[in-house]
């Protein structure tokens, strides 16, 4: 009999192929597999046994990178196939297989990479089916060599019989290359002068780092700015040249060994760092390093990762030191990935940049996740991880392209039962970040060959994506709001079915409401086409709007007034300025009114005296979940539920009475977060007994904390509830993207 097959997945540029051709010569069976722009197509003539198990083998034997989303099956008559052959790629309708994100370099790689008798010893650009490039270097589909930015480099010989040996590891590897044939590094000074390539490049930037030179050096996705991470001189001056006043910097270690003596790493936190994707993992610092302390100046946390380049492994074992490795770029702006961008700020940003000559076709910074609850929790989404789709438990009804929010950006394309989404973009603040948007959505509509019957944007009317949606789509536009799209995109990635309602908390800082406020303590019910408003926090004024974001002390002095108490009694801020704000608030100038619990985060940490001014986002609330994991109390704060209005007034008058009465800023702070679980427990008891819902989403920027997320799922979870929380796509708005695509293609 023959078994015809059509696979979709992760099924190209993995080594799939070739073992799809293994499995096949090992049971005798005759044929070919073939890319197709749907995936892969397979056809096995045989006895019906041996195309059984070999079917069977397909999904339980696959390569390491591979994953299989679907496969159509069915048996028909044989045709008379002599033997079993690995086809030349076919392109006939439209685009619907996976785009495969960048993979770090294979164990095999990295062994020959330091073996002496190697030919690719010491090569920067070694790489084979199981790892390398790829969504950094494709220019459109199918994935072969002639479609990426690899097209230029002629393969030398013996790189090519590699490449067409379908047993060797480098068959079909596009981005197979050697120092004989392939790309090659060059090192430029502050001048702009070449003054090393190759070998000597790669020796004259360690030299470089161990004298405390800042450098930019072109990785997967762009460039990353590097310095000697033990140098706190060296790490404030980069500081002073990002613009980057506290943000913590991350850094990558050589290899796990050396990261354990920096940060204490658990079992899941290990995984996550040694994964194919190889993210930044945010970690427990140790103390007592040689670490520069400027790295992450007001935590105790430190954004670690291990080298996923061959050249990055090469630098760094040279170096035998840690390096801070940040996106190469202004603060706000996006990741520079084009040699001239670098060459512009050579002397001014960086004092040195190692560059090469294989192009990247789109930018892509590195990915970062955090351990929480026992779960791999992504915090920001984009290399190893884009543009991997979120498969529904559904069909969507139409494409669709969802464009983001304002903060935190990603874009989505969905299709069927997949939603492809973007690399982090990042804020839409400035003229770099708006061209960074329109690159990026022309780039998934051409990659996945998709015109969109519906965009989708956030309701707010001030979001350039809202702006630029309705300016560019025109009558195709839908919008969502914030919150219930927060809520869409929790329940797409557990599979919620489509008839299913969710209980949800939707609480992050700033969001446009039904109402015209400014949301952002929001408890829904919700399905993915509809949601009410079952909950909120109870308004107060933010005077200065955004400027609250960044001057904490403005919530407080509101929050403050709320419940009767003089901010200038209980606040460490300029008498002057205390005033000023009052003046604002009583007088209802520039002071819209928002239900947020972000900034009820930011403003209790300014009471405690943690913050009264920030200088990245929500640095307030970070400080204020660290300084409360030193406590252990189980204690809490009173709250009032009048009608549907949760009244946060009582909380700020026991915090003040605990101030009063000496209690430590880390026992109050502990209790505000065991009140925060205390208001979503209850809450999610009253629609229970009302609606019989028991499956609660918590999504939003403030489930990024790991003492809320923790307690409230253990709480939920002994009271009979199933949480869902995010751990495809992050909790803050770089997930808005899903839910958007997921509400445009069902309305």
Known sequence: ?????????????????????????????????????????????????????????????????ARIFSIDKKFLDDIGYSDFEIRRSEKRGEVKVSVLPDLATCRDCLRELFDKSNRRYRYPFINCTNCGPRYT??????????????????????????????????????????????????????????????????KETVRFLKEGKILAVKGLGGFHLVCDATN????????????????????????????????????????????????????????????????????????????????????????????VATSCNLTDEPIMYRNEEVEKVLGKLVDGALIHNRDIARRCDDSVVRVISGRIVPIRRSRGYAPLPVVLPFK???????????????????????????????????LKAEEFLKETVRDLIELFELEPEVVVTDYHPGYFTTKFGKEFFQERV????????????????????????????????????????????????????????EFHLRYFPLPGGDKAVKEPYRTAVSLLMEVEKEPR??????????EFVKQMVLKG???????????????????????????????????????????????????????????????????LEDLKKGVSPEEIGMKFHNTVVDIIVKTAQILRDRTGIGKVALSGGVFQNKILVEKAFKKLSSLGFKPIIHQLVPPNDGGISLGQAVYGGLI
């Open 232 to 323: 706190e001189k060296a790490v404030r001056e980069l500081r002073r040249r990002k613009r980057r006043e506290e943000k913590p910097f991350a850094v990558m270690f050589k290899d796990l060994d050396q990261l354990k003596e920096y940060a204490e790493v658990s079992k899941l936190e290990e995984i996550a760092l040694t994964s194919v994707e190889t993210p930044i993992v945010i970690l427990k610092r140790k103390e007592n390093t040689d670490l520069a302390p400027s790295i992450s100046p007001d935590t105790k946390t430190v954004g670690a990762f291990l080298p996923y380049t061959p050249l990055h492994h090469i630098l760094l074992r040279d170096f035998g030191k840690p390096i």
């Open 396 to 430: 969507l009804k139409r494409p669709v392209l969802a464009l983001g929010p304002h903060m935190k950006v990603t874009v989505a394309v969905g299709k069927e039962d997949k939603v492809y989404i973007s690399q982090h973009i990042g804020d839409i603040d400035n």
């Open 589 to 655: 100038v520039n002071s819209p009114l928002t239900s947020s619990m972000g900034r009820l985060f930011d403003g209790v940490s300014s009471i405690l005296g943690i913050r009264n001014y920030v200088s990245y986002h929500a640095q307030g609330a970070i400080l204020l979940e660290e300084l409360s994991m030193k406590a252990r109390t189980e204690k809490s704060y009173p709250f009032e539920i009048e009608g549907n209005e949760i009244d946060w007034r009582p909380i700020i008058l026991g915090i």
């Open 478 to 533: 839908r919008q969502v709001y914030h919150h219930h799209a927060h809520t869409i995109s929790v329940m797409a990635e557990n599979e919620v079915p489509l008839e299913e309602r969710v209980i949800s908390f939707s609480f992050d800082g700033t969001g446009y409401g039904k109402d015209g406020k400014i949301w952002g303590g929001e408890v829904l019910t919700a399905s993915y086409t509809d949601f009410e408003r």
């Open 137 to 202: 270097i494709i220019l459109s589909l199918p994935y072969d060599r002639e479609n990426t930015t690899m097209k230029k480099f002629k393969m030398c010989p013996e790189c090519y019989r590699e490449y067409t040996d379908p047993l060797n590891r480098r068959f079909h590897a596009q981005p197979n290359a050697c120092p004989e044939c392939g790309p090659h590094v060059e090192l430029l000074n502050e001048k702009g002068e070449r003054i090393g390539e190759r070998e000597s490049a790669l």
């Open 1 to 65: 009999m023959r078994l015809k097959l059509f696979i979709t997945g992760l099924v190209q540029g993995v080594g799939f192929r070739p073992f799809v051709y293994r499995v096949a010569k090992e049971l005798s069976l005759r044929g070919y597999v073939l890319n197709s722009d749907s995936g892969v197509v397979v056809e096995v003539e045989g006895e019906k046994e041996r195309l059984e198990e070999f079917l069977k083998k397909l999904q339980t034997e696959l390569p390491p990178a």
């Open 569 to 578: 009694e209980l606040l460490n801020v300029e008498a002057g300025k205390v």
